[in-house]
């Protein structure tokens, strides 16, 4: 079991940045991977990036790329995501997410974080 719990979200005006944050507790975090995903109202969930284990290789989705970065600090047990350039289409919930002990999918989830950016 993971157990994943962020924060970091709020209210930005365009253009502006945030930093979020993801605490995992359960199992050894610098065993596996790591992603993050977003929701927008009436759309469905999607990706936006993940994290290998180490933190040595990252992807980010084409829609955020240049803006976004992901990292982590497996002495703190914390995920991060790291957002500049904000537009109001990044509006949204975020989550992040552990696979499972396969890595066949993600099967943790956080609660969430909204981030609301103004135009």
């Known amino acids: 079991q993971v157990q994943l719990v962020e924060s970091g979200g709020g209210l930005v005006q365009a253009g502006g940045s945030l930093r979020l944050s993801c605490v995992a507790s359960g199992r050894t975090f610098s065993n596996y991977a790591m992603g993050w995903f977003r929701q927008a109202p009436g759309k469905e969930r999607e990706f936006v990036g993940s994290?290998?284990?180490?933190?040595?290789?990252?992807y980010v989705a084409a829609s955020v790329k240049g803006r976004f970065t992901i990292s982590r600090d497996n002495a703190k047990n914390t995920l991060y995501l790291q957002m500049n350039s904000l537009k109001p289409e990044d509006t949204g919930v975020y989550y992040c997410a552990a696979p499972s002990r396969t890595g066949a999918r993600y099967e943790y989830w956080g609660q969430g974080t909204q981030v609301t950016v103004s135009s």
């Open positions: 994290i290998s284990s180490s933190g040595g290789s990252t």
